[in-house]
């Protein structure tokens, strides 16, 4: 699910396709785009946000890093 920030940016968010539908009919009950929603959810979050990483998906990131820093230097 992708969301647009007030600053022009974007956020990036991964759900599950239960979460975005559910989330997608909280917006329309609401009357609400799903950026708009998902920025009123954050401003009502009053403590720190802890992101869980899965150590796979950093040796993944590794991988593809060095994969692209090869190709580079090749060029």
């Known amino acids: 699910m ?8 974007r956020l990036n968010l991964r ?8 989330s997608r009919h ?3 009950t ?3 785009t799903m950026s708009a ?3 009123r959810s954050l401003e009502k979050v009053d403590k ?8 796979s998906d950093l040796r993944d990131l590794v ?3 060095r ?3 090869s190709t580079v230097r090749t060029f």
């Open 63 to 65: 991988i593809q890093a």
């Open 37 to 39: 929603l998902v920025r």
């Open 67 to 69: 994969r692209i820093d």
């Open 48 to 55: 720190p946000i802890t992101v869980n990483l899965d150590k």
């Open 26 to 28: 909280k917006a329309d």
């Open 15 to 22: 759900v599950s396709p239960e979460e975005k539908e559910m």
């Open 2 to 9: 992708q969301v647009r920030l007030s600053d022009g940016g």
């Open 30 to 32: 609401e009357n609400m």
